[in-house]
Every structure is written in C-alpha cells, then in structure tokens.
C-alpha cells in the first residue's frame, strides 16, 4: 500500500474511532487520538498511555514521569519531521493553544480539515484549522 494510501486510512480510521465521541481523559482524549493513529502508520507511542490518567494534569504528570516537560518535546523524541499547517497531509498531528498551558492535539484530514476536540463543540469533531500558530509534525 502506498504511504499516501496509509495515511487516508490511517485518518478514516482515527474519525470512525473518535468522531463524536465526548472528551474523557485518559480514553477519549487528544493524546489517545494521537497515539492512534501514531500506531496505525507503524509507529510506537511515546505518549501515556489508556488509563494512565484520567484528567489532564493526571495526564502531564504521567508524561513528566517518562521523562518530557511537553507533549510537544515527547512527540519530538520520535523522530517526527515538524512542518507547516499548509503542508499537512492526512494522518498528521496538529499541535494548537489548547487549555492549561497544554496544546491540543488534532489529525489532519484530508481537504485541509482536521479531526480533534475544540471548545465550541462537546464531542470530537471535523474541524477546518485555520491557526498560523500551530505546530505540524509529519507522521511519515
């Protein structure tokens, strides 16, 4: 299968998985997306893991504890390339602002839409990203 064909399914799976589900820490959360789709393009997740936490400083106190102040330097860690929201391609994490200090993490879909947790909407939805400051790592 080629790598662009991995990544399509690589994002349908993430959206049949997570789309329209509430956000819950530890399960159903930005982290857990991530890890997701990481592992659906043959990667290993460096990022706690299901069940480790169950609230979002739960959550950054697991990943201090494996040794990363961010979720920004853990994906890092990986070997991810970072590049620019314009080039993102499906199956790519998308880094924003999000809440507490933390970013929150979305996949990018294909025509330019990404799927993730955003504050005016309860459940994880497809969303059009439209932030110049967000950080892009290529899952490929």
């Given at each position: 299968m080629?790598t662009l064909l991995?990544?399509?399914?690589?994002?349908d799976?993430v959206?049949?998985?997570?789309?329209?589900?509430?956000?819950?820490?530890?399960?159903?959360d930005?982290?857990r997306?991530a890890?997701?789709?990481l592992?659906?393009?043959g990667?290993?997740?460096k990022?706690?893991?299901?069940g480790?936490?169950?609230?979002m400083?739960?959550g950054?106190?697991r990943?201090?504890?494996?040794?990363?102040?961010?979720v920004?330097?853990a994906?890092d860690?990986?070997g991810?390339?970072?590049t620019?929201?314009?080039?993102a391609l499906?199956?790519?994490?998308?880094?924003?602002?999000g809440?507490?200090a933390l970013?929150?993490?979305w996949?990018?879909?294909p025509?330019?839409?990404?799927?993730?947790?955003?504050?005016?909407?309860?459940?994880?939805?497809i969303?059009?990203?439209?932030?110049?400051?967000?950080?892009?790592w290529?899952?490929?």
């Open positions: 080629t991995r990544r399509h399914a690589a994002a799976a959206v049949r998985r997570f789309k329209d589900r509430p956000l819950r820490a530890g399960t159903n930005c982290v997306m890890s997701f789709v592992r659906k393009l990667y290993g997740s990022l706690p893991k299901s480790e936490y169950r609230s400083v739960g950054l106190r990943l201090n504890a494996l040794g990363f102040d961010s920004e330097a994906l860690s990986m991810l390339v970072r620019t929201l314009a080039r499906p199956g790519d994490i998308i880094a924003v602002p809440e507490d970013p929150a993490l996949i990018a879909l025509n330019g839409r990404a799927l993730g947790w955003h504050q005016d909407s309860d459940c994880c939805a969303i059009q990203p439209t932030l110049t400051d967000a950080i892009v290529s899952v490929i």
